[in-house]
């Protein structure tokens, strides 16, 4: 059970995203667009931080670049079309 | 002939660019600022739609670019989402029947059996169609596509093939030598060429400016609306007649001023089961922010023209920057002024459809091949003299 679930709203798991990275991934809207990690209902607000940490071994410099996360999307929450 | 090309970019015109090259032996190097499908072909929507193709050149292209895909996952070896379902254009008002008949006209001399549905045919061919709908335009040939996926495969391909990829090293620089483009500057480092390809999208005329070389491509935002996932809604391509309208429009009219943010309906359901809603036209810069008010408008006409929708939920909203030309046309061919410097950018919303059948007629062009195609009305030269 090495090959846990990174991302569960899309149900990716950290092989998919360790090959994401050797691909040439450098952040995580690299991994998000390699793999679908971050594109489910949450947004990433599970996975993101795991992500940011397995792009960063061996460490990088990813983490300080403000293009490193993914941005906060609007709405934010599901939002119902009818709502808007 | 060139044997060493560099292209600058890694789009999805980029990408091609690489692989056709890659494909016929040639030494190519590709150099991208950040990653492969970082900018405009990473957030866009997933059409290949031809039945809203400007008649004239840039439909002949769209459907050079529809045969190449017509066979391109067995070439690439990939997935690519690729399904030719059909698109349909929507009309709601008689105005927009006006000008959607005399589009149907023009594209039907042109060779597309385009058909004018009445609502009821067209809400049997598409359940969930709003009542209040007149008609809709129906071609079988339409289809659609996941960028992301035909960006990484051709990067892929191209690999396979012996390019070179270098990510995360931005051009700042075109190296020249007696009058000609030898190559490129990136983080310091100096690469050299027989040719350059720059295929920067809405950046292209800040690369190329360090030059001298002035071009007329804007950055043009389209906001898209992502849904959760749902069952299967829509197997086709579908616009509103008002994203038509948007899209073809000149600056200043009076659709200009009842629409500023040019929104308009574009619908299409992706792999995974979200649908990707779009859109709008805005000149702001190269600003990427999503905003309130472009939001609800694209969820109203979403909602209006397909009612269903109310009870969808949209998870997240992004922008892409469409690279804009004045004449709607893409720039594809060499810079005359620069032996050694080709241009292949500003396809605005039609990069997706045309990015593969651009990427194989640079890739004749930068070694001195013969286009395939006419090229002329994509010349450079167009704007500059």
Redesign the interface.
Known sequence: MNDVIICRC?GVRLSEIEQAIR?????V??VK??T?AG???C?GRVCQRVVLQLLQQPPSEAGESP?ALQRS???VR?????D? | MAENVIVVGGGIVGTSTAYYLAKMGIHVTLIEA?????GTS?ACDRAIMLQSKAPGPMLQLGLHGARIYETLEDELEADLEYRRGGGMILIETEEEMTAIRELVERQRQAGLDIALLSGEQARELQPGLGAHLLGTTWWAGDAEVNP?KVC?AMA?AAQRAGAA?R??SKVTALLSERGRVVGVEAEGKRTYADAVVVALGVWTPLLLRTIGVELPIVPRKGQI????RVPAFVSHNILSGAYIAAKHRKDGGKEEAQNPAGVGLSLGQTG?G?LL?GGSREFVGFDLS?T?QV??AI??S??RLFPK??????????AGLRPYTPDGRPVIGPVEEWPGLYVAAGHEGDGIALGPATGRIMANLAIGRPAGCDVAPFALSRFTQ
């Open positions: 899309e691909e040439g991934a450098s952040a809207p690299g667009k390699r679908r594109m489910g209902p947004q293009d999307r609007s709405p599901p939002t119902l079309l009818g808007l | 950040q990653d492969i499908a970082a990473g992301l990484f892929q990829i990510m995360g609306l992502v849904s959760e995974s979200s809603i999503t309130p939001i609800r969820g109203q979403a909602v929708m109310a009870g969808m939920r949209v998870i997240r909203a992004f």
